[in-house]
């Protein structure tokens, strides 16, 4: 490693550092607002740097959800990982050791940055893909901390903070309808959700609605939805 | 929730989170095409969860005491809006869950 790569290395991860420092922050925040210390939130953020994974944990800590739950939702919510590193294989496989921690920390921004960025021809690239990795995550994981210590000393009422999930999940759908042409997978999950919540009940139906979800569209693919690239 | 019960929560979690990053370089690696129904639900599927997600997010709303889900609705649409207008998923975040704290205490 040399500082020119150190460098280079910073100056790509800038616009995730910005984002992920105020986001952790809020995710600090939620945690210590439902109880929870520091250490919690530390260690969520080192073991599962997950935006939207971390998220949605506050709601099952508050909630007391069953193992199940948590386990399918989970699931489900990275299920758009399960694609993500095809288009990185090839780049991984130069890195040598560094390869596991390059898997483990590919979130949503660190893979745009690592297809999306270009670096000067003597930048070493194991060195900058790692870099860049590395300190999106220490952004990450000091973002979380800073809200919960925040948290935790300043008292002040956060009735109403928990608004900041639901904020994420309705930016994320923002850029979703944005990409799709086809309205058909949002009118399946949130009738999905619909239907869940009636028959099932409140504390089922995220497990439901995504079950749903998935057998809807597996029934639409045979009847033709999603085989041409219109939809 | 306990604190055993949130380590392995926080474990399983974070086992399952890496695992779906792992996937495609484990089974991907050698240069074989996913079967066209995973490809298709992994396009699909992420738009219909966060929908879902969204609907469960307002699962608490009183639409018949209270403020009905005024407060909720005017935020929700705040952040819409902004982050339509604006792309900023910061801005969009903080300024629709700032409101909403406002709104629920007037």
Not at chain 1, 64 to 79: E, G, H, P, Q, W
Not at chain 2, 23 to 35: I, L
């Amino acid at each position: 490693m040399d500082i020119k790569t150190l460098k280079y290395a910073f100056r790509t991860s800038m616009p995730v550092i910005l984002g992920y420092l105020p986001s952790g922050f809020a995710f600090g925040l939620m945690m210590s607002a439902i109880g929870k210390g520091v250490l919690a939130s530390f260690i969520m953020a080192v073991t599962m740097y997950a935006g939207a994974g971390q998220y949605i944990a506050v709601d099952f800590i508050k909630n007391n959800a069953t193992f199940i739950t948590i386990i399918v939702t989970t699931f489900l919510i990275n299920s758009k990982h399960l694609f993500y590193g095809i288009s990185l294989i090839e780049k991984f496989n130069k890195t040598g050791r560094k390869k596991p921690y390059l898997i483990f920390a590919l979130t949503d921004e660190t893979y745009a940055l690592l297809t999306g960025t270009q670096y000067p021809d003597d930048v070493r690239e194991d060195w900058y893909i790692f870099l860049v990795s590395l300190i999106n995550q220490l952004s990450w994981i000091a973002g979380c901390t800073l809200g919960a210590v925040f948290g935790s000393v300043v008292k002040f009422d956060t009735t109403g903070l928990d608004f900041a999930m639901t904020a994420l999940f309705l930016v994320i759908l923002t850029d979703q309808a944005r990409v799709f042409k086809s309205k058909i997978p949002f009118i399946v999950g949130g009738l999905s959700a619909l239907a869940a919540m009636l028959v099932l009940g409140k504390s089922n139906m995220l497990l439901g609605g995504a079950a749903l979800s998935v057998i809807t569209l597996l029934i639409l693919h045979k009847k033709g939805f999603g085989k041409n690239d219109d939809d | 929730m306990t604190t055993t019960k949130l380590c392995i929560a926080i474990g399983l979690m974070a086992v399952i989170t890496f695992s779906t990053r792992l996937f495609p370089f484990v089974v991907f690696g050698r240069g074989e095409k996913p079967a066209p129904v995973i490809m298709y639900l992994g396009k699909y599927l992420p738009p219909a969860l966060i929908t879902a997600i969204v609907v469960y997010c307002f699962k608490d709303i009183d639409f018949l005491s209270g403020m009905h889900g005024l407060a909720e609705i005017i935020s929700a649409i705040t952040v819409i809006a902004l982050h339509y207008k604006f792309r900023n998923t910061m801005l969009s975040i903080a300024v629709g869950t700032v409101l909403y704290m406002i709104l629920i205490r007037i």
